[in-house]
């Protein structure tokens, strides 16, 4: 068994499969395409980490990191985020997730961060 558990947010089905093989071999990962399918996620799989875009189809990251962080404050959160002066990018800063990364990421750079933060 893995040492950590990881979920991956993101509605774009390309960045999920990478971020997936990213990460397979050394997190136990799951997907969600929804901020609602995160979050039932959380309270179910028990993550150390979420990978959470800002924008998704039905909820607002923002609105997805703050319920997480409701769930459980010691989930560690890595924003993504292909926006850098968005009102959304704005409320998620307020809720202080661990880290935000920009869109598009270096594959080796999104790998030692989540490792910086679980380790």
Do not use: W
């Not at 598009?104 to 490792?115: A, E, L, W």
């Amino acid at each position: 068994m893995k040492e950590y558990k990881m979920i991956c947010v993101d509605d774009q089905l390309g960045i999920r499969i990478l971020l997936n093989e990213i990460f397979k071999d050394e997190y136990e990962v799951v997907m969600a395409d929804s901020g609602s399918k995160a979050i039932n996620l959380v309270k179910d799989f028990q993550p150390d980490v979420v990978l959470l875009d800002v924008k998704l189809g039905d909820m607002n990251g923002a609105d997805v990191l703050g319920t997480i962080n409701s769930i459980n404050s010691n989930i560690k959160t890595i924003v993504m985020t292909g926006y850098n002066d968005d009102e959304s990018l704005k409320r998620v800063e307020k809720l202080k997730p661990h880290m935000i990364i920009n869109k598009p990421f270096d594959v080796n750079d999104i790998r030692s961060k989540v490792k910086e933060i679980l380790y």
